[in-house]
T-cell receptor, first 115, second 112 residues
Framework: DAMVIQNPRYQVTQFGKPVTLSCSQTLNHNVMYWYQQKSSQAPKLLFH???????NEADTPDNFQSRRPNTSFCFLDIRSPGLGDAAMYLCATSRETSWPYNEQFFGPGTRLTVL | DQQVKQNSPSLSVQEGRISILNCDYT??????FLWYKKYPAEGPTFLISISSIKDKNEDGRFTVFLNKSAKHLSLHIVPSQPGDSAVYFCAASVQGAQKLVFGQGTRLTINP
């Protein structure tokens, strides 16, 4: 089955220690997104890639970076995690950015704990 | 500023009855609305959507209603089944734009 895969499902890191979360897709979609979801809050878009073009949300902290080395993979790098960065991180993909091909398909998420 | 709001964090409904989940939005530029369903330990999955040119869209047991003047949409599930127990997210976007703005979610529990 075509899908969006996130590894690891659970990640524990120390305060200030860089961490990388991974997302891969077999859907061959052009667009890949990263969302942050804190407990009982709405998922919040951090940034997205359309192919190799990176699009950052205005309020995404500089501490968050992303890489997309090829169509299938996208990484979220947190350079110096703080306690406030503990959250569920969701990766999603879509075929295009505009309707009717902008339905987003989500991975299961990576839950990040910062000690 | 929360542009999409789901004011009920949780809802409990008897099996076989109707479940109604509500969502309000503030941005009048939104013209495309979606509902996602999320089970524990899984990512959200697309359920149903509606464009602002419609006021109703139906798919099996699921119907979404849109009231543009009130900036309100609702998801009706009839009849409710135990497998419908999940967190439901409302999301909105401007067609042609890539960004989905999500609500906080409503946890629906269907009781046997």
């Amino acid at each position: 089955d075509a899908m969006v895969i996130q590894n690891p499902r659970y990640q524990v890191t120390q305060f200030g220690k860089p961490v990388t979360l991974s997302c891969s897709q077999t859907l061959n979609h052009n667009v890949m997104y990263w969302y942050q979801q804190k407990s009982s809050q709405a998922p919040k878009l951090l940034f997205h890639y359309y192919d190799k073009d990176f699009n950052n949300e205005a309020d995404t902290p500089d501490n968050f970076q992303s890489r997309r080395p090829n169509t299938s993979f996208c990484f979220l790098d947190i350079r110096s995690p703080g306690l406030g960065d503990a959250a569920m991180y969701l990766c999603a993909t879509s075929r295009e950015t505009s309707w009717p091909y902008n339905e987003q398909f989500f991975g299961p998420g990576t839950r990040l704990t910062v000690l | 500023d929360q542009q999409v709001k789901q004011n009920s964090p949780s809802l409990s409904v008897q099996e076989g009855r109707i479940s109604i989940l509500n969502c309000d939005y503030t941005n009048s530029m939104f013209d495309y609305f979606l509902w996602y369903k999320k089970y524990p330990a899984e990512g959200p999955t697309f359920l149903i959507s509606i464009s602002s040119i419609k006021d109703k869209n139906e798919d099996g047991r699921f119907t979404v209603f849109l009231n543009k003047s009130a900036k309100h949409l609702s998801l009706h599930i009839v009849p409710s089944q135990p497998g419908d127990s999940a967190v439901y997210f409302c999301a909105a976007s401007v067609q042609g734009a890539q960004k989905l703005v999500f609500g906080q979610g409503t946890r629906l529990t269907i009781n046997p």
